[in-house]
């Protein structure tokens, strides 16, 4: 009897599952898009491809005018020439790629940022670089931004008041470009960096290497600051020592900034 009734409870088992499955089927298939929908979707979908095409290729959204903010008047004039070759093209198929790349060689110019205003504006958005050093190499000169590009040729006694840095005969040195010596390199970072912090200091001279940076003021003693690592912190203490040596020639180092050392007064040594 057990034998008989099993098979039964079995097709009883089975047969609800059956009935969902059939029930799960044209649901499914009621969810799917109809074939008329799918048609459609596809034809809005290629008619905004084109339109966008299109509109790329028409002058509908042609660039009309440039607008530069953040730069002085001389900075804009050179941004404006190197960006007049964009007038014309549709903003649609212009990027900040575009831009960055046409301002990348302009020595005045640290950084930038774009936006497209509809429909026929760019707005650009400028960091000038500032001349922060001269750098010496033999008889020649050369004026460098505080991004350590070359900005153009000096005299020898032109921009008497920026800071001297002497680059080795063998360096290069070419306007547009980034200084070649890393050690140059170095000194005008700590330039700008002095700069920031509001040193106050006229610098006369940078000596820069892996191991050594000194700023030689135009008066009062040089300024040791070892290596460039704790840099604003050497150059808080720099700056609270100074007026204590102004005029005294020698040195201040703070090379370990907790013990500043004066040659010709003792009385800093230790200052808290």
């Excluded at 039964?8 to 969810?31: D, I, K, M, N, T």
């Excluded at 596809?42 to 953040?70: C, D, K, P, V």
């Excluded at 198929?93 to 205003?117: M, Y």
């Excluded at 005294?248 to 009385?267: I, S, W």
């Amino acid at each position: 009897m057990a034998a008989v009734s099993t098979p039964g409870r079995a097709r009883a088992a089975v047969r609800p599952a059956q009935g969902r499955e059939a029930v799960r089927g044209p649901a499914l298939v009621r969810a799917l898009p109809s074939g008329r929908a799918l048609l459609l979707g596809l034809a809005l979908l290629a008619a905004g491809a084109l339109a966008y095409l299109g509109a790329r290729e028409s002058s509908l959204f042609a660039l009309r005018a440039i607008q530069i903010s953040g730069a002085p008047p001389n900075v804009a004039a050179h941004v404006r020439t190197a960006l007049e070759s964009l007038e014309g093209r549709s903003l649609l198929a212009l990027n900040g790629a575009d831009v960055e790349r046409r301002l990348a060689r302009l020595s005045d110019v640290a950084g930038v940022a774009s936006d497209r205003d509809f429909p026929h504006t760019l707005r650009v958005f400028v960091t000038p670089a500032h001349s922060i050093a001269v750098v010496r190499r033999g008889p020649s000169a050369w004026i460098v931004s505080s991004d350590t590009r070359v900005v153009r040729s000096a005299g020898r006694s032109e921009a008497s008041r920026l800071p001297r840095i002497w680059v080795p005969r063998t360096a290069a040195v070419d306007v547009g470009l980034p200084l070649g010596d890393s050690d140059a390199e170095r000194a005008v970072r700590a330039l700008a960096i002095a700069r920031r912090a509001g040193f106050a200091g006229r610098i006369a001279v940078v000596r820069s290497s892996d191991r050594e940076l000194t700023f030689v003021l135009t008066a009062g003693p040089e300024v040791r600051f070892g290596d460039s690592t704790l840099l604003p912190l050497k150059l808080a203490v720099a700056k609270r020592v100074l007026p204590l040596e102004r005029g005294a020639g020698g040195y201040v180092d703070v090379t370990v900034p907790e013990r500043p050392v004066a040659a010709l007064n003792p009385k800093v040594v230790g200052l808290g």
